[in-house]
Structures are given as structure tokens and as C-alpha cells.
């Protein structure tokens, strides 16, 4: 018969709960390394690594767009990406610098940054700047299609849209 006696004596363990946290200050430590090892990439370079991984030729580097001129949209309602008027004397403006093969369209919308101008539906800033710099787009896609970029703007600034004239230098 077998007794108590007779098993070995389980070894000293640690706590479940320290293992735990040992491997949450892992994660965080390999977290904090990932983001300093990201601090001086070089996009550029990582999406060419991208795409060859994919099988994608290499596409050859262009050159950032050179600005000539902008105009704007303004004064859009708080929450709103409704055209605060007309846009006929942008879409002329648009028309007669898009005579130029060499020229695209930088749309970019912005929003005040105020807790009221933000999409309803999603409460995202962001998506409101999208949907303003849309719809400037879709009344200048007759006279500039294809020649198009619609940007947000990185910080807030006013309930606007500015359209920027940009020579890529080359034709298209």
C-alpha cells in the first residue's frame, strides 16, 4: 500500500499570476523595441520590398508632384460634406490647368477639429475630410478624370477642401 510518505516532495513553483506577468513585460519590452527599430524607415524602400515579394516589378520612383497653384472650397456646415455652393468657378479653374497633360489635382479635404464637425455616422473626423475632398472631386472629374489625387489634411485646420495644382512633370 502506498502512503503519503512515499511520493516525492513537489518542488517549489512560482505564482501562475508572475508567469503571466513575465510574459506581459515581454511583449511590451519587444513592443517598445519594434517601434524603435521602425523610427527611421524608409517607406519607399519597404513597399518596393512589398511588392517584390509579391512578384510585382519594381516600379520606378516619382518624383514628388511640384505645386503651382491651389484653390479652395470653404466654409462647409459643422458635420457636413455638402458643397457650400457652386462650384462652377473652381470647375473653369480646374478645366482651363487640366489643358495640360502634365498637371493632376490634389484634393485635400480638412475638418475645424471641433467634437461637431465629424461624419455622423462614424464620429470620425477623418472620414468627414474624405467624404468633403469626394465631393469636390466628383464635380471636377468631367474636365480632370484620371488626374485626380483626393488627400485628408494631417491636422485640423478649417472646414475646407483646397484643390492644388500640381505639375508631375512629365506627360501622362
Same mark, same amino acid.
Given at each position: 500500500?502506498?502512503?503519503?510518505? #512515499?511520493?516525492?516532495?513537489?518542488?517549489?513553483?512560482?505564482?501562475?499570476?508572475?508567469?503571466?506577468?513575465?510574459?506581459?513585460?515581454?511583449?511590451?519590452?519587444?513592443?517598445?523595441?519594434?517601434?524603435?527599430?521602425?523610427?527611421?524607415?524608409?517607406?519607399?524602400?519597404?513597399?518596393? &520590398?512589398?511588392?517584390? $515579394?509579391?512578384?510585382?516589378?519594381?516600379?520606378?520612383?516619382?518624383?514628388?508632384?511640384?505645386?503651382?497653384?491651389?484653390?479652395?472650397?470653404?466654409?462647409?456646415?459643422? &458635420?457636413?460634406?455638402?458643397?457650400?455652393?457652386?462650384?462652377?468657378?473652381?470647375?473653369?479653374?480646374?478645366?482651363?490647368?487640366?489643358?495640360?497633360?502634365?498637371?493632376?489635382?490634389?484634393?485635400?479635404?480638412?475638418?475645424?477639429?471641433?467634437?461637431? #464637425?465629424?461624419?455622423?455616422?462614424?464620429?470620425?473626423?477623418?472620414?468627414?475630410?474624405? #467624404?468633403? $475632398?469626394?465631393?469636390?472631386?466628383?464635380?471636377?472629374?468631367?474636365?480632370?478624370? &484620371?488626374?485626380?489625387?483626393i488627400l485628408t489634411a494631417d491636422r485640423p485646420s478649417r472646414r475646407q477642401v483646397v484643390v492644388t495644382l500640381s505639375l508631375t512633370g512629365e506627360s501622362m
Amino acid at each position: 500500500m502506498t502512503t503519503a510518505d #512515499d511520493f516525492p516532495v513537489a518542488a517549489a513553483h512560482r505564482p501562475l499570476w508572475l508567469i503571466t506577468l513575465a510574459d506581459l513585460a515581454l511583449l511590451l519590452v519587444g513592443f517598445f523595441v519594434l517601434l524603435h527599430a521602425n523610427q527611421n524607415l524608409d517607406r519607399a524602400a519597404l513597399m518596393q &520590398g512589398v511588392r517584390a $515579394a509579391f512578384g510585382e516589378p519594381a516600379a520606378a520612383p516619382r518624383p514628388d508632384p511640384l505645386p503651382l497653384a491651389a484653390a479652395g472650397v470653404f466654409n462647409f456646415a459643422p &458635420g457636413s460634406a455638402r458643397l457650400p455652393g457652386s462650384p462652377g468657378s473652381l470647375v473653369a479653374w480646374a478645366e482651363e490647368a487640366s489643358r495640360d497633360p502634365r498637371v493632376t489635382l490634389r484634393i485635400t479635404g480638412a475638418v475645424d477639429g471641433s467634437p461637431a #464637425d465629424v461624419d455622423r455616422a462614424t464620429g470620425s473626423a477623418a472620414v468627414l475630410a474624405a #467624404d468633403r $475632398a469626394r465631393a469636390v472631386a466628383a464635380a471636377l472629374a468631367p474636365v480632370a478624370n &484620371g488626374r485626380i489625387i483626393i488627400l485628408t489634411a494631417d491636422r485640423p485646420s478649417r472646414r475646407q477642401v483646397v484643390v492644388t495644382l500640381s505639375l508631375t512633370g512629365e506627360s501622362m
